[in-house]
């Protein structure tokens, strides 16, 4: 089943256009990593399906994007952006703010439950007391990335999500992105690091001036395409069964 289908959009901030005739589909279940330069509109893009930026041309399981309410959406999309604010709230309050679109005046046990859950697959329990203004950025990221989950979306956006990470926590965010997609979630991440995407997703959606310039699995993967997108020559090398691009 398509989890999201794009037709023709495009997206202007103050009348300058920053996404164009964008196209895209993306079936239920897939890992999609978005790459490409600073500025190109890859944020704007997931704003939009996220529903955050009103646009045209966004169709999320085959219903027009402002044919949901904000409750219906927040039950199957969570968006993580770049960077998030801390706060004076514990850890555990500001996940459990994940559970908004699901409880009533208070939470109910099962909104608890699937705080305490979020909180341990993100592997942040032990943080569960304190003020999210305490915390590494790191830390303070790993909120918002537990924050998400505790929304038991079927659709995870997550924006860079491992910047600020360690090599141990990128790979533990990346792993529980694959994982939520083998169970059958969708998760569309925009990130830099080419290499960790390349480990990660199967498909891979370049972005540039507001456009897509390639979309594909593992085979777009040329020398010209980094060219291209990024004005840079790169090597790619094989290793271990994963391509590995070295910037010359
Ligand atoms: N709120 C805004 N108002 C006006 N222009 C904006 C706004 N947000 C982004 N832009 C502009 O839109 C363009 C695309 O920005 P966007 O944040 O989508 O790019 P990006 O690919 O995510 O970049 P980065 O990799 O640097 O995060 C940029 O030229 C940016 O300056």
Redo the contacts with the bound molecule.
């Keep these: 089943m398509k989890a999201i289908t794009i037709e023709n959009l495009s997206f202007s901030?103050?009348g300058?256009e920053?996404?164009r005739e964008i196209n895209l589909e993306v079936e239920e279940g897939e890992l999609v990593a978005i790459l490409?330069?600073?500025?190109?509109?890859?944020?704007?893009?997931?704003?939009c399906i996220a529903g955050i930026l009103r646009c045209r041309g966004v169709e999320v399981f085959g219903k027009p994007l402002e044919r949901y309410s904000r409750n219906e959406l927040a039950k199957i999309i969570a968006y993580v952006p770049?960077r998030t604010e801390p706060g004076f709230m514990t850890v555990f309050d500001t996940v459990l703010l994940g559970r908004r679109p699901y409880m009533g005046l208070r939470p109910s046990k099962e909104d608890l439950e699937a705080t305490r859950r979020a909180l341990e697959r993100i592997g942040i329990a032990g943080l569960a007391l304190k003020t999210t203004n305490k915390l590494s950025g790191g830390e303070l990221q790993k909120v918002s990335i537990a924050r998400a989950l505790a929304q038991e979306p079927r659709i995870l956006m997550l924006?860079?999500p491992t910047n600020n990470l360690d090599i141990r926590s990128q790979l533990e965010v990346m792993r529980f992105a694959r994982d939520f997609s083998s169970e059958g979630g969708t998760s569309i991440l925009?990130m830099?690091d080419v290499n960790l995407a390349l480990r990660f997703a199967r498909r891979f959606v370049f972005?540039k001036n507001?456009r897509i310039v390639a979309d594909g699995g593992k085979e777009i993967l040329k020398p010209s395409l980094f060219r291209e997108v990024y004005g840079v020559d790169v090597v790619i090398e094989e290793i271990g069964g994963t391509p590995l691009v070295v910037p010359v």
Excluded: I, W
């Design positions: 901030y103050n300058v920053v996404l490409g330069p600073n500025g190109a509109g890859k944020s704007t893009l997931l704003r770049q924006d860079e925009v830099h972005m507001g």
